[in-house]
């Protein structure tokens, strides 16, 4: 093992978990705001917003555990954190003007974070060895 096991290892988690957290903000930004900025993307469906931003999410959320890929444990962690993650942004929307929480967006949701642990079954553990070797052959040019 090299010496630089340990600290690839904590870049990569780093890497991962910032791939998370900064889209979990800016999602709870964006859902939380009276109205979503003036923008092309913001004009797509409702259904197609939600969908994408959950498939990312439950994907991120497993890239940024510390284990090797993808099983059933995280699978399970992952869906209940999203699906409290969606139940929590309902209920802020209800009390946001110009808001309104819909059942509609649960299930949405719901396909995003299947849609999201299937991508993870496939790539979660090929990029996290992908991530670890670039990462390795960076540190080494160093």
Not at 53 to 62: G, I, P
Not at 104 to 116: E, S
Request: net charge neutral.
């Amino acid at each position: 093992m090299s010496e630089r096991a340990p600290l690839v290892d904590r870049l990569a988690v780093l890497i991962w978990r910032l791939g998370f957290y900064i889209p979990l903000v800016v999602c709870t930004y964006l859902a939380l705001v009276p109205e979503p900025p003036d923008n092309p993307v913001f004009r797509l469906s409702d259904v197609i917003l939600h969908g994408a931003a959950f498939s990312y999410l439950t994907f991120a959320f497993v890239l940024m555990d510390r284990g090797p890929g993808f099983n059933l444990a995280l699978a399970i962690r992952a869906s209940l954190a999203m699906l409290a993650y969606g139940l929590f942004l309902e209920l802020a929307q209800s009390l946001v003007p110009e808001r309104s929480a819909e059942l509609k967006d649960l299930g949405v949701d719901l396909l995003g974070i299947a849609a999201g642990l299937l991508l993870a079954a496939m790539l979660a553990r090929p990029l996290k060895k992908l991530l670890a070797v670039l990462l390795d052959s960076l540190l080494a040019e160093r």
